[in-house]
Nanobody
Framework: QVQLVESGGGLVQPGGSLRLSCVAS????????MSWYRQGPGKERAVVAV????????SYVNSVKGRFFMSRNSVENAVYLQMNTLKLEDTDAYYC?????????WGQGTQVTVST
């Protein structure tokens, strides 16, 4: 089974950018539908972006369209979330998920804090 490790979170001012990474081991990301989720304190985890297997387009939640961009690198066996023009409301823990059939695998998450 695949193991996922996220990184790249941190503290950034509004309008800034961050690039989250999700590095996989144990299997190839190309074998999975890869997704990014976010979760705030006391809230349910919510999808941000979904990348089906190679050759298909990425879907984004409306609140991040045009600002966040998800990509996949097969050589590095990783997916990324480029987060631009960050807003205060983007503050959350961000999680990477790999899905194949009825199985899903999560990383441990990385915190993104947008603050003045």
């Amino acid at each position: 089974q695949v193991q996922l490790v996220e990184s790249g979170g941190g503290l950034v001012q509004p309008g800034g950018s961050l690039r989250l990474s999700c590095v996989a081991s144990g299997d190839t990301v190309s074998n999975y539908t890869m997704s990014w989720y976010r979760q705030g304190p006391g809230k349910e985890r919510a999808v941000v972006a979904v990348m089906p297997r190679p050759g298909t387009s990425v879907s984004y939640v409306n609140s991040v369209k045009g600002r966040f961009f998800m990509s996949r690198n097969s050589v590095e066996n990783a997916v990324y979330l480029q987060m631009n023009t960050l807003k205060l409301e983007d503050t959350d823990a961000y999680y990477c998920k790999a899905t194949r059939g009825n199985s899903e695998y999560w990383g441990q998450g990385t915190q993104v804090t947008v603050s003045t």
